[in-house]
């Protein structure tokens, strides 16, 4: 049975590909396995979080609206007007709709481009998370990788495109804080990028699934960009103030709860529009009592609070036994290296501990692959796992 050929570029993820790497290799037989491959949250479920579910655990009869509820789209307004003050005034009910999580969202809104320009383009950051390429198949574009090196703080250099790339552009994906390095943008980086998407007209699709996970002081948000563009603006026209825009927005990352499956996309009014009725056709939709556990959630920042400070210990870990400072955001360390497939082999062999390659998470562009000679590590685990784990890093890392 003949399938979508487009589709063969799922094969071999970067997961399978590890496994592949270590397929032949011996494990130490006195260590047990540190896994530090997968960034899936490990502390336990907050107190908030397991109350919730237990107060909400009814009205699961009914069927899910794809708009939500008026409790959750209010809450996220709060959340918004906590987390973004600048942006309080500029979105509206109609700029919000409730997403199971960003992965399907991040896939699904690549449709919603296709076909809307003659030679389309899909921009996609090298190193990639795989549902923002799988957004771009989705969009029936050929994919351009933007390679993100330490030169340009791992973001793509906005000066390096070519104009007539940005004409063929109808989507680009972007993430922020970024997956895998942890940069984060600033204010007049991120107004450069929308002015863009609105001057060339494509789809500006901000993963902000890291953005209540810092270091120091909060990332900026492209809503904050918005805001700021609007003082700028003497435009008298009324128009959408989100166009061009979507940002995306999850529990997994912020409360630890990867498997609600809640979040919320907030943006251009013509595109949730446009994502409602899709979803409402064939996609997933957050069930009523999982969006009042969302609510619940998104209402209380102190379970937050609780989280970053788990991370922060873990990468004080890191300086103590790798002597690296953290990454302003996110939960993972870039780590350089000699060679990174090497590296891991070696690490599993002699120490029991899993990583991905950089190399797995990114593709040749431009002659290079800009996750070569990285490796990535998930710091989720606890702090007496994440302790041992690090001892053993750093006797392979520093024997290179």
């Not at 003050?85 to 449709?111: F, K, M, Q, W, Y």
């Not at 103030?241 to 999850?250: E, I, K, Q």
Request: aromatic share 8%.
């Amino acid at each position: 049975m003949k399938l979508n050929p487009e589709y063969i570029v799922f094969d071999g993820n970067m997961f399978e590909r590890l496994l592949g790497l270590l397929e032949d290799v011996r494990l130490p037989s006195n260590l047990p396995v540190i896994d530090m491959s997968i960034g899936e949250p490990k502390q336990p479920p907050a107190k908030i979080l397991r109350d919730s579910v237990i107060r909400n655990n009814d009205n699961w009869q009914y069927y899910p609206k794809a708009a939500g509820n008026s409790r959750f789209v209010s809450t996220i307004h709060e959340y918004i007007a906590r987390r973004w003050p600048e942006a309080a005034g500029i979105v509206c009910s109609d700029h919000i709709i409730p997403v199971p999580g960003t992965r399907e969202p991040l896939h699904l809104l690549g449709n919603l481009v296709r076909g809307s320009k003659s030679n389309p383009l899909a921009l996609i950051t090298n190193p990639f998370y795989h549902a923002w390429r799988a957004g771009g198949v989705a969009s029936g574009a050929r994919i351009k990788f933007l390679n993100c090196t330490v030169e340009n703080n791992f973001l793509p250099e906005l000066d390096s495109l070519k104009s007539n790339d940005l004409e063929n552009a109808t989507v680009l994906y972007l993430c922020n804080p970024t997956n895998p390095q942890g940069s984060v943008m600033e204010l007049g980086y991120l107004k450069k990028i929308l002015r863009l998407a609105r001057e060339n007209d494509f789809l500006l699709i901000m993963d902000e699934c890291y953005s209540d996970i810092w270091r120091g002081s909060p990332p900026i948000g492209a809503l904050q960009a918005v805001a700021s563009l609007e003082k700028e603006s003497k435009n008298t026209v009324s128009l959408d103030l989100l166009s061009n825009l979507v940002v995306l927005n999850s529990l997994s990352k912020r409360s630890g709860a990867a498997g609600l499956r809640a979040g919320f996309m907030v943006g251009d009014k013509t595109v949730i529009k446009q994502y409602s009725k899709l979803v409402a056709n064939g996609g997933s939709l957050v069930p009523t009592p999982l969006l009042e556990v969302a609510a619940d959630l998104y209402s209380d920042d102190s379970h937050v609070e609780a989280i970053r400070s788990y991370y922060d210990n873990n990468f004080r870990l890191v300086e103590q036994h790798l002597g690296i400072g953290p990454p302003p955001g996110g939960f993972f360390l870039w780590l350089k290296v000699d060679d990174d497939l090497t590296f891991t082999r070696r690490l599993m062999a002699e120490q029991g501990v899993r990583v991905l390659p950089g190399s797995f998470m990114g593709v040749e562009a431009e002659g290079t692959n800009p996750g070569s000679g990285y490796v990535r590590l998930a710091l989720v685990n606890d702090s007496s796992t994440t302790n041992e784990g690090l001892l053993r890093v750093a006797k392979v890392y520093k024997s290179q």
